[in-house]
Each structure stands twice: as C-alpha cells, then as structure tokens.
C-alpha cells in the first residue's frame, strides 16, 4: 500500500464570497520540484468564507484521491482545520450546537470530515504559510506552489468580476 501526502489551500474574495481552492497529492518518496505545480488542481467555489473553503478543498481533494493507501498526511496552514480531529468528539456530543446553542455553520462539511476520519488513516500537519525561501523545507516548498497557483487564480477569477 501506498503513503501519500495532499498540500491543500485556499483563498477567498470576500466581497464576492467566492474562492478558489487548490491541492497537490504526491505519493512518498518524493523530492521537490517545480515541475509538481503541473499537477496542482484548482477549483472555484461560491458562496463561501474563508474558513468553509479550507475543508471544502480538504474534502474535495479526499474525494478525489482513487488510490488505496494506508496513511495519508495532509499539510495546511488552516488552524480550524488543524484543530478539527481534536475537537472531533465534543463537537458530536453537542450534536454540532454552537456555545450559544445554535447549529455550527459548517456542521455539514464537519461531519462528512469526520466520516474520513472515521475511515481513514489521516494526519494533519501544520505549514506556516508565508515565511523566508531559505528557512523552508521540502513540505514548505510544496506548500508554496500550492498557495502561489491559488492566489493567482483567485486574482485572475476576481479581475473578471
């Protein structure tokens, strides 16, 4: 079986609520390349909000993997979505209610994340997004042609509207 890596990331306009979200999946060993930003896929997205299109690009890049692997380890600069297995089992006792007992926002994607979770073998990694070339790592790296081809696209869809 197979052990890969997803690089997600996501931007968003907030005026217009739309975003863009994008994702690298390589397989282990790899080394870095900038021939990897071929292979990043973007999607656009409406209606959202920064934080809802971090896991809605998390979980549209989940449902695009088609390749049986034992571990897949998942690199964001997304704290919510950092935090998400951590908080897994409170939110599910609560039955997703907010401290001001109203339905969280993003239960929905929440729950279908949990049933990933549920079913998969997924660890979560924190990048610090924006940081010095030379103080990067490979994951870094990765990270970076990920969160370029985002913001790029997300000028260019934004520039049309």
């Known amino acids: ?21 994008g994702f690298l999946l390589l397989e ?7 021939d990897f930003k071929d292979k990043i896929c973007l999607k656009h997205f409406e209606n959202t909000s920064s934080t809802k299109l971090e896991i809605q690009t998390l979980l549209w890049a989940l ?10 380890t998942v690199y964001t600069d997304s ?15 609560n039955g997703f209610m907010t401290s ?5 926002e993003n239960h929905l994607l ?3 994340l949990f049933n990933y979770l549920n079913e998969k073998n997924i660890e979560f990694i924190k990048i610090k997004g924006h940081q010095p070339k ?21 000028r260019t869809l934004n520039s049309i509207k």
């Open 1 to 21: 079986m197979t052990e890969l890596v997803l690089f997600t990331d996501g931007s968003v306009h907030s005026e217009s609520k739309t975003g863009i979200g």
């Open 28 to 34: 282990k060993p790899y080394q870095f390349s900038e």
């Open 63 to 72: 449902s695009e993997v088609n390749i049986t692997y034992y571990k897949l």
């Open 79 to 93: 704290q919510n979505i950092i935090s998400l297995p951590g908080r897994q089992k409170k939110l599910e006792q």
């Open 100 to 104: 001001k007992n109203k339905l969280h």
């Open 110 to 112: 929440y729950k279908e």
């Open 134 to 154: 030379q103080n990067k790592e490979q994951e870094d790296l990765l990270f970076s042609l990920v969160d370029k081809a985002v913001r790029k696209a997300s």
